[in-house]
C-alpha cells in the first residue's frame, strides 16, 4: 500500500518512523525484496561529500558610519574579490574566486591557493575575515572606503547559495597523453597512469532519486551540517542524458540549487579546497531524505554500487577542445576496488570525494528524522525529469562581426 508524505511526517511526530540509510536499504531490499522493504521502511537518507565548485555564499554586512554603497565597487574578504553589483552592502562570494596577486597558472609541487572557498571556510569556523572596500561616494552613500574585520555572526544574513550540486552521476577522469595534467578532477598521470572520479556510489542522493520524485523546489535536506532547501534545477541540469535500464543515466545528468544558513553549518561538512594547476573550490556535504511512498522508490533507493555505471573520459585532448570521447563505462563497485581497466590497462582509480564522510552525513540525517527534529518537505513544484529530454547546450561560438556586413 502507498503512503503519504503526511504519513511518514506524523510517525516522525509521534516517534514512530522507521529511517534507514541508503547502505542499509541495499540489504533490506536484497534480503525482503523491494514491496516488503516499501511497506516497512519510511525514509531512505543519501549523503555525499566533495568539491562543488558552483558554489558560493550570499552576505549583507550591514552599514558602515557613515554609510558606503559597496554596489559599483571593489569589495575583497582576505584578499579574495566578492561580486557587489548589488544593494549598498549585499556581496556574493565564490568558491572559486582567487585574489589578484594569484598565479593563476602556476603549477609546482606542493602549490596551495587560497580562495573563496576557503573565506566561506573560515567564516563558518567563526574566524575573523578582512574586509576591504573601495568605491564611489553618493549623497546618500558618501564613505568611499572601508577596512574591518567581520565575523559570521557579525552578518545580518549569510547563506549558502549554491548553483550546481550533488551532480547524479560523473566522469572518471584519465589521461592517455605523454604528460602529467592538472585538472579540476585533481592530478591525472601521463599514459593511463591514474583514474580520479568523484561520487558517493550508492550513498549518493541522486542515484536513489533517479527521476526526482524527492528532489524538486522545497525539498528540505542536509547542507553542509545545516538544513537547506532545493530552491530549482541546478545548472547544467541534463535529466535527458541516456540511462540504463534501472533508470541510473550514464553521465552526468540532474543536478541542485540549494540554499541554506551558514550560521548553521559546520566546517566538518563545509571545506576550502585547492586543486593543483587548476584553483580553488569549496568541499560541500549534501544528504538528501527519500520518503519511501511506494514499492518504485524501495526499488530505486535499494540500488548498489555494482548498479551504477559511469563514463570514463580522457581529459588530455578531446574534454578540453572537442566533444569528449567515452572510453567506456566502469562500477563503482570496480572504481571503489581501487583499479579499473581501460584499454587493456589496469589503471589505479582514486576518489576525490570522501564516502566515510558522506556515509556520516546519511546517518546524521537519519538520527535527526529519527529524534523528530527534521521533517521532509514536498516539493511545490518538480523539477525538469527524465521525460523533458533536457540536456546541456554548449557555449554558442559565434563572431562578434557575424551578421552585420
Request: glycine letters at 12%.
Amino acid at each position: 500500500m502507498a503512503k503519504t508524505l503526511e504519513e511518514i511526517n506524523e510517525k516522525i511526530r509521534r516517534g514512530e518512523v522507521v529511517v534507514v540509510t541508503a547502505e542499509e536499504m541495499i540489504e533490506i531490499v536484497r534480503e525482503k525484496g523491494a514491496k516488503e522493504a516499501a511497506r516497512t521502511v519510511d525514509v531512505v537518507t543519501t549523503g555525499t561529500f566533495g568539491a562543488m565548485c558552483s558554489s558560493g555564499a550570499m552576505m549583507n554586512l550591514g552599514h558602515a558610519k557613515p554609510r558606503i554603497k559597496l554596489g559599483g565597487g571593489q569589495v575583497t574578504l582576505n584578499g579574495v574579490p566578492a561580486y557587489a553589483g548589488l544593494a549598498a552592502v549585499d556581496i556574493y562570494l565564490g568558491a572559486s574566486a582567487l585574489p589578484e596577486s594569484d598565479p593563476r597558472n602556476a603549477v609546482y609541487p606542493g602549490e596551495f591557493r587560497y580562495g573563496g572557498g576557503h573565506v566561506i571556510e573560515d567564516l563558518v569556523a567563526g574566524k575573523e575575515v578582512l574586509l576591504e572596500a573601495t568605491t564611489y561616494g553618493t549623497d546618500c552613500y558618501p564613505r568611499r572606503q572601508i577596512s574591518t574585520f567581520i565575523t559570521l555572526e557579525e552578518m545580518n544574513e549569510a547563506y549558502l547559495f549554491n548553483p550546481r550540486n550533488g551532480y547524479q552521476n560523473y566522469n572518471v577522469a584519465v589521461n592517455r597523453s605523454k604528460r602529467t595534467i592538472y585538472t579540476y578532477m585533481g592530478t591525472l598521470q601521463a599514459d593511463l597512469g591514474s583514474a580520479n572520479y568523484s561520487s558517493a556510489g550508492q550513498l549518493s542522493p541522486l542515484f536513489n532519486d533517479p527521476y526526482y520524485r524527492a528532489a524538486g523546489i522545497g525539498t528540505r535536506l542536509f547542507l553542509a551540517g545545516g538544513v537547506g532547501y532545493v530552491v530549482w534545477q541546478g545548472t547544467q541540469h541534463s535529466p535527458g542524458t541516456k540511462r540504463s535500464d534501472n533508470g541510473i543515466p550514464l553521465g552526468g545528468a540532474g543536478t541542485l540549487a540549494v540554499i541554506g544558513d551558514m550560521k548553521q553549518m559546520d566546517t566538518r561538512y563545509l571545506r576550502g579546497a585547492s586543486f593543483r594547476g587548476y584553483g580553488t573550490s569549496l568541499m560541500i556535504g549534501l544528504g538528501l531524505p527519500i520518503p519511501v511512498l511506494d514499492e518504485e522508490v524501495a526499488a530505486q533507493t535499494g540500488i548498489s554500487d555494482d548498479d551504477i555505471l559511469a563514463p570514463i573520459v580522457d581529459y588530455s585532448g578531446a574534454y578540453p577542445n572537442r566533444e569528449p570521447e567515452v572510453l567506456g563505462h566502469v562500477s563503482y563497485a570496480q572504481l571503489k576496488s581501487g583499479s579499473i581497466e581501460v584499454a587493456g590497462k589496469t589503471v589505479p582509480a582514486t576518489p576525490l570525494s570522501s564516502y566515510p564522510r558522506a556515509r556520516e552525513i546519511a546517518e546524521t540525517l537519519k538520527e535527526w528524522i529519527s529524534a523528530g527534529k527534521f521533517e521532509l518537505t514536498a516539493p511545490v513544484a518538480p523539477i525538469p525529469g527524465a521525460e523533458s529530454g533536457q540536456v546541456m547546450k554548449p557555449m554558442p561560438d559565434r563572431p562578434p562581426t557575424a551578421g552585420l556586413e
